[in-house]
């Protein structure tokens, strides 16, 4: 097997380790916060099929959704959903993560149904190169 896809084979185990801590550290952080009476709302992260057309240069291949339940208890109001939404995309590191791990699609969506809100990750970071 040549040296550049054993290369290839390894950095994609250590990027899929990456993603699913992020994942566990996202979901162990909205339980607390959850918890402890600082977020009305449980949040649950999972990864999704995201928006080909949002893909950038850091795209994962096949799964670049970064998708977030939202567990109210009641349908949620659009703008509940958008505020949600504007929390996430405020916090620079976070989707500085997000995009250098391969997501380019940040999903939001209430307790039933996949459909809610998205977002173009890149739209709110200027990446090298674009």
Known sequence: MPINTWNNI?????E????SKLIRNFNDSAKSSFVLGIAPTLLKAKVS????????????WLYSGFRIQAFSGRPLAKDEIIQ????????EILVRKLIVLGWD?????GD?????CRWQLKDHLS???S
């Open 84 to 91: 949600i939404g504007k929390v996430i995309l405020d916090d």
């Open 16 to 19: 899929r380790s990456e993603r």
């Open 127 to 129: 990446l090298p190169g």
């Open 49 to 60: 099929k995201g928006e080909k057309k949002y893909n950038h240069q850091f795209s994962h």
């Open 105 to 109: 699609t940040l999903e939001i969506h």
């Open 112 to 116: 039933k149904g996949s459909y809610g």
């Open 10 to 14: 390894l950095d994609w185990f250590k």
